[in-house]
Every structure is written in C-alpha cells, then in structure tokens.
C-alpha cells in the first residue's frame, strides 16, 4: 500500500499489525528516519538492526529474523538502514511468511518509479510505502512548529522560517537545534515556552551560516593552510556550538550518500537525489568528499563532532582553542585521504 500525506501520521503512531514491512523513502532521508522513529514509539517496541548484505545471501534469513521470538521478550522492530532494490526477494518472502512476530522497517533514498523494492511495497496489501520530499515554504515552516511542540517550544511562523532556512530545511539538523534552543530556555513538554528571535539570536552564531559551513567544508577537504587564515579572523566573541552544527549538518548529508555508494549506487545517481536539497555551487566539493571519507570515517567524525558540541555547549565560556583544534584535526586527517 501507498501511505499519504494524511494517513502517514496515523500510520506509524497507531500501527495495523498487519503490517509487517514499511518503506520509507525519497530525497529527506531525515523525515524517513523520522517517521520509523515515530513507528518504533507507536510500536512500543526496541530497534534490532539488521544489515542488507546479510539478506542478500539470504533472502530468507529477513522473514526468520522477523518471525523469531524476541529473547527478552516484548515487541521488536526490524531496522534495516540503507535499503535498496537488492532487498527486494528477501521482503516478497517476508510478505508471503504465514506468520511473523515483528515488522520491519527500511529506511532507502529515492528510488526509481521501476524499483523492484517500491513496486513491490505499494502492491502488497501487508506492506506499507511512504515517500518524503525535502520541505520548502509552509511545509518547512510546519515541520519546524511540529517538532519545537515536542520538545516544549511555542514557534511563530516567522521564527520558524528563520530556522527551517538556517538548517536547510533539514529535519535531523532542525531537531537539534530545537534541542538547543528548549535547553536554552528552559522548555519541556510538560512545561512549554515562548520561541522568540532574542533565544534565537542569543545561541546561534554572529557569523552567516554561509561562512559556519565553508568552514566545515575546508576541514573535511583537508585544506589545512586556508582553514588555518580562517580560524585566525574568526571574531573572538563567536561561539563555538554553531561552527559544529555546521559541520554536522553537512556530515548528515554525506555519511547516507557514502553508504549509498558503498552498497553499490552510482555516484551520479546519488547526487540527483539531493535535488534543490544541496547548492549547485557545493556540487563539485560534495563529489570529492564523497570520494575523500568512508562511511566508517565520517562516523567517526560526527561521534567526536558530537562530543565537541557538548563541550563547548555546557563549558563555562566559548572555547575557540578547542574548536581550532578538532577542525585541524579533521582536516589533518582529511589530508591524509587524498
């Protein structure tokens, strides 16, 4: 089946249990992670990560994995991330299993029109697909008020544009952001409050995300001289935190294009899908990135971004020092790959 725009909602938090797999697919890779996110909470179950290439072997190993009883028993959510259409006979035996104990959730980029995977998604009536497109204008606006209300925060249409276009319109980098700021201003869902561009203004950066991003960019390309002169001018009052959320913004779109190539996708076909998601104009050091990390690597990366980001966010003052140093860091061992 084909979930819509009005049906997913109600979909994931309320699941049929006849339903055993979903595919959530399409350009937002965030909003797809998302919504198996929501799906694992409507569940009230545990995720059990299950990789492609081991059903690739076997395609029958998917519907034993999905029909064996959990070992501590309550409910399980198969959890395959990246999937593609070399799924696709290890699912047909899934959805012809006489019985399964736990649904499976795959989480795929765009897929053709002609993929085996989606056709075979959309036909079956035990099986559920969702596309996700990169949200723009409204859509970018509602999707910022819908996750600052989780966290406790009360957006205005304006404020919301200003983040949704600060952070791309990225789901994943707009939730940490909406993080920040509840923390910022002590907001929680039991307790919620009021969003204003002050809060705004007072976490995030002095610098234009433009600037934040170039940053990120010549750490991860390993242009140590120039990353170097930039770090030197940066103003000494500019806080930390927003540099790292540059470079995990960008990191979020290279570590699933990375594991895309790995499992064997074209490269220019992964760049298509990124559609207006990615700069005409970072096209070309996106592709040389691409070809620079591993995905292994950038995880690596973005668990010490990670650890950098709370470093900085809960230090006493803004330490450019420490910043300096990762980004060389990176860049040093950016170097390294060419």
């Known amino acids: 089946m084909k979930a819509t725009k009005g049906t997913i909602t109600r979909a994931v938090e309320q699941p049929d249990p006849k339903i055993r797999f979903y595919l959530f697919h399409g350009q937002d890779g965030a909003s797809s992670r998302a919504l198996a996110e929501r799906l694992l909470v409507g569940l009230g179950a545990t995720?059990?990560?299950?990789?492609?290439?081991?059903?690739?072997s076997d395609p029958a190993l998917l519907s034993d994995e999905a029909g064996a009883m959990?070992?501590?028993g309550g409910k399980r959510l198969i959890w395959m991330?990246?999937?593609?259409?070399?799924?696709?006979?290890?699912?047909?035996v899934l959805l012809a299993a006489d019985a399964t104990e736990s649904p499976v959730a795959a989480i795929?980029?765009?897929l053709r029109k002609a993929s085996a995977l989606l056709k075979l998604t959309e036909s079956a009536p035990n099986a559920l697909a969702c596309v996700s497109y990169v949200p723009e204008g409204q859509d970018a606006q509602r999707m910022v008020i819908d996750l600052a209300r989780r966290v406790g925060l009360k957006v205005d249409a304006g404020v919301a544009a200003r983040i949704a276009d600060a952070c791309g319109n990225d789901q994943a980098v707009v939730s940490r952001e909406l993080e920040k700021y509840a923390l910022y201003v002590d907001a929680s869902p039991q307790a919620p409050k009021e969003l204003g561009d002050d809060a705004v203004d007072a976490v995030g950066a002095a610098v234009p995300e433009g600037e934040l991003l170039h940053l990120a960019d010549l750490a991860l390309a390993g242009n140590?001289?120039?990353l170097s002169e930039e770090l030197a001018r940066l103003p000494g009052t500019l806080e930390g935190v927003p540099v790292v959320r540059s470079l995990q913004r960008r990191l979020l779109m290279l570590a699933p294009a990375r594991a895309r190539l790995e499992r064997g996708e074209?490269?220019?076909?992964v760049m298509a899908s990124f559609g207006k998601a990615l700069f005409w104009?970072?096209?070309p050091l996106f592709e040389k990135l691409l070809q620079q990390?591993?995905?292994?690597?950038?995880?690596r990366v973005s668990e010490r971004a990670g650890k950098l980001e709370r470093a900085l966010f809960f230090g006493p003052a803004p330490d450019q020092a420490m910043l300096g140093e990762e980004l060389l860091a990176i860049a040093r061992a950016a170097r390294g790959r060419r």
Do not use: Y
């Open 47 to 56: 995720r059990t990560a299950l990789a492609g290439n081991a059903i690739r």
């Open 70 to 72: 959990s070992l501590f």
């Open 81 to 92: 991330e990246p999937a593609g259409d070399d799924i696709a006979p290890a699912v047909e």
């Open 108 to 110: 795929a980029g765009v």
């Open 224 to 226: 140590i001289a120039q």
């Open 266 to 269: 074209r490269q220019d076909a």
């Open 281 to 283: 104009k970072d096209k």
């Open 293 to 299: 990390w591993s995905a292994e690597d950038l995880a």
